[in-house]
């Protein structure tokens, strides 16, 4: 059962700062799901036993303090499946993605609101801006992708790891008429920009006209976001809502992703208590335990 936007959006203007979970595609590979490129973190909804422990992520990331998880549907489109063989599984991936998160929340009981966030991804390589697809491809499949979302019952929608404005913009004009709460998270360079090579002020222009709910970056180095978080936070305003959550590790074409333990808990936990963020997480690399020194130390 869905929670009310309402209730998301005053969670987000209350006084305390929202736990956002860790990695979930790197965290299936610490625990022996095959997260191989093309499906990368889908494979997770292929069978019972990768759900369950799709799952228990889900439940150790609640015990860890979470407010919010996030569905695994980073790859659960049409595109992303097609190499696969699955393409015409998007919307029944999908909603084992969304009633296994529901699942979870059912199973770690708590006196506070947790939400679902519905993953929105780029159609293409995250890391390649150069790959965008036409206006009319960008429409027509996130369009579908967002209505499985909003069909199978999530809280908001976390459009994340963008690495354009053109796609960014796309996906936030079609969210916003479902009515649910939608987020906004881009990529950056180690200079602060987008990898598009346009600026987080640029961004933030065109999209909080539209009513977004909060704005932010995601899927860069830790020590890096302080940077791209001011320029958002001198863009927006000090009262708008960011979102931050960083990487460890590095990225890699055969297996998607290296993870190097290069931050732990309580090191992430010191450059994150410096962003000013009200919702905080870790993105690629990240476990529940750097989450569980997140709630501890916010």
């Given amino acids: 059962m869905r929670m009310s936007s309402t209730n998301f959006s005053t969670a987000l203007s209350g006084p305390r700062k929202l736990i956002l979970d860790g990695a979930t595609g790197t965290e299936l590979n610490r625990r022996g799901v095959d997260t191989g490129l093309p499906l990368w973190s889908a494979n997770a909804l292929m069978n019972d036993r990768d759900a369950k422990t799709l799952q228990q ?5 609640l015990r860890a303090g979470a407010d919010i998880i996030t569905t695994n549907t980073f790859r659960t489109h049409r595109r992303a499946l097609a190499p696969s063989g699955n393409a015409d ?47 009319d491809e960008l429409r027509a499949e996130h369009s579908e992708r967002i209505h499985h979302l909003v069909e199978c019952g999530v809280d908001l929608i976390l459009i994340e790891t963008i690495n354009s404005i053109r796609e960014a913009l796309v996906m936030t004009k079609l969210a916003m008429p479902a009515g649910i709460p939608v987020v906004v998270s881009f990529v950056c360079d180690r200079d602060g920009r987008i990898l598009s090579g346009e600026t987080l002020s640029e961004a933030a222009g065109q999209l909080l006209p539209l009513g977004i709910s909060a704005i932010g970056v995601n899927c860069g180095p830790t020590p890096n976001l302080a940077k791209p978080l001011a320029e958002l936070q001198a863009a927006c305003g000090k009262q708008f809502p960011l979102i931050a959550y960083g990487n460890i590790g590095y990225v890699d074409e055969n297996v998607g992703w290296v993870n190097t333990d290069s931050e732990n808990p309580k090191a992430y936990c010191e450059h994150a208590s410096n962003w000013p963020a009200r919702i905080i997480g870790g993105c690629c690399g990240t476990t529940p335990a750097h989450i569980s020194e997140l709630k501890s130390t916010l």
């Fill in 57 to 61: 992520i889900h439940e150790d990331y």
């Fill in 89 to 135: 599984r998007s919307l029944e991936l999908t909603r084992r993605a969304v009633d296994i998160a529901r699942a979870a929340i059912a199973n770690v009981p708590s006196d506070s609101p947790r939400f679902v966030a519905g993953s929105l991804s780029t159609l293409e390589d995250c890391y390649r801006p150069d790959l965008v697809p036409p206006e």
